[in-house]
Structure formats: structure tokens, C-alpha cells
């Protein structure tokens, strides 16, 4: 939990870019940060927004590290080339996205770096936000082998007919039977993407197969309301959030 920590612990990490074997064997960077410590530990896989591969997913990781766990960071644009994350967002989009496929790979790949670690316990976790809540929930449903999934406002779970393309042919919505670790869910209720009626739907197809999951909902939040960066920020929507997340990967992530 927030502040649980003893001043005369090891609470440092190390992180840094670096490069690992991602999907379909292509070398992709990656943005990793680890604890210090040398104990066992989870693993967490974060999958990034559409606004990409930027400074708030590095520090989201150096926060998760800092909090016990081994993370990677996929740069999911990698194979569009490089540049500033502003420039690297705009190429993608305006090339149609990057593929659900590829992401996917990109995810398997992740999940065993992860757990061929020294320092791991076994247990792997996904999580991503926007566009990578959408990820990691088609990650559950379709790569698997993961122990608890983090949706942060995922938009495009629900697709409408004219949201379907060659990089995103499927709406993860309709694989909710296949999800076969726990979902924690957070929304914010004046999201437009996902809207709270997609989050209803969403949560009924999760009862309707009988998923272990739980979904937050905070009155007031918008779309990104707990990226400190932006006007869209609510700081007590954000830190019961960050409670939520750092709770449920105690339960699920322990060895």
C-alpha cells in the first residue's frame, strides 16, 4: 500500500531502456524497472496508451518497482521506427494502429521474460490503460498464462462496426469466456471511451461467465484521471485507484 515501507528498508530500483526478445523473435526496446532486493516477486507487463511509449508509463513502472515487482515496458511502436513519443503516437495513428496481433506477441514474449527471471516467484500480471486496458483485456482472453489483469478505462472492449479494422479485427468483448484470470477494473464515469454503459455491458458479460473480477467507478473522473501530467488528473479518484491496484496484485502476485 501507499507509504508502507520502513525508512531503514531497500526501496531503490533500478531501471533503465533496454532491449529483450519480443514477439515473433523481432528485438524491441523495452523500459524496465526492478527492486534492488533480491527476493521473489511478481512480475507486472504494462501495456501503453495510445499517446505511447512516454515518460508517465516509465515512472507508472519505477512506482510499481518501487512497491515490490519486477516490470517491463514494451515499446508497442517500436517496429514503426523512433522518435519522440508525440511523433511515434501521430506515425502509428496514422498508420491504422498497431496490430492486436503483434501486441499480443509482444505480450506472450513479455510474460516469459518476466518469468525467466532470478527474482521470480512465477506469477505475471498485465496491465495497461486506454488503449492497453483493451490490450491487456484481449491479453486474457486470448495469450494467457497470466495471474491478474489491470484495466484502466479501457476503450474499445466494446467496438462499434465502423471501429473494426485489419489491425483491430475483433472486439475483446465478445471473448469475455476466455478470460481466464481475475480483472480489476477502473473507470472514471464521465469517460466518453469507455462510457459507463460500455462498463455496464462489459460487467455483464463478466458475471454471465461467471469471471472473478471487480470494477471501481468514480463520479467526476474523465477519461486519463489519474495521469498526474494532465487537467484530466483527480487526485482522490487516483490514489483509491492506486490502492486498488497495489491490493489486488498483493493478492494475486504473492508467492
Known amino acids: 500500500m501507499w507509504n508502507d515501507f520502513t525508512t531503514d528498508g ?12 519480443g514477439g515473433n ?7 524496465i524497472a526492478r527492486p534492488l532486493a533480491e527476493s521473489k516477486r511478481g512480475g507486472v507487463i504494462l501495456l501503453h496508451h495510445m ?10 513502472a519505477e512506482r510499481l518497482a518501487r512497491h515490490g515487482y519486477d516490470v517491463i515496458v514494451p515499446d508497442l511502436y ?6 519522440s513519443p508525440d511523433d511515434m503516437s501521430a506515425k502509428v495513428r496514422s498508420m491504422g494502429g498497431v496490430p492486436d496481433a503483434t501486441v499480443m506477441a509482444d505480450s506472450a514474449a513479455a510474460r516469459d521474460w518476466l518469468r525467466a527471471l532470478p527474482t ?3 506469477k505475471v500480471a498485465i496491465m495497461g490503460s486506454c488503449s492497453g486496458g483493451r490490450h491487456s483485456i484481449l491479453a486474457a ?8 489483469v489491470v484495466d484502466l478505462w479501457g476503450g474499445g472492449v ?12 475483433v472486439a475483446p468483448i465478445t471473448l469475455t469466456a476466455d478470460i481466464d484470470a481475475p480483472v480489476l477494473g477502473l473507470f472514471g464515469n464521465d469517460d466518453p471511451s469507455p462510457t459507463p454503459e460500455e462498463v455496464d455491458l462489459q460487467e455483464e458479460e463478466m458475471k454471465k461467465y461467471g469471471k472473478t473480477y471487480e470494477f471501481h467507478r468514480y463520479d467526476g473522473a474523465p477519461h486519463a484521471y ?11 479518484a487516483a490514489m483509491e485507484s492506486w490502492a486498488h491496484i497495489f491490493r489486488f496484485f498483493e493478492e494475486n502476485l504473492s508467492a
Open 78 to 83: 517500436c517496429r514503426f521506427g523512433h522518435g
Open 158 to 169: 466494446i467496438m462499434l462496426e465502423d471501429q473494426f479494422s485489419e489491425a483491430r479485427p
Open 51 to 60: 499517446p505511447g511509449w512516454d515518460e508517465f508509463y516509465q515512472e507508472t
Open 25 to 31: 523473435g523481432d528485438e524491441i526496446h523495452a523500459y
Open 226 to 236: 489519474f495521469c498526474y501530467h494532465l487537467h484530466r488528473y483527480r487526485h482522490e
Open 141 to 148: 482472453s486470448t495469450v494467457h498464462g497470466f495471474d491478474a
Open 120 to 122: 521470480s516467484n512465477g
Open 10 to 21: 531497500v526501496v531503490g530500483v533500478r531501471a533503465e531502456i533496454t532491449t529483450f526478445p
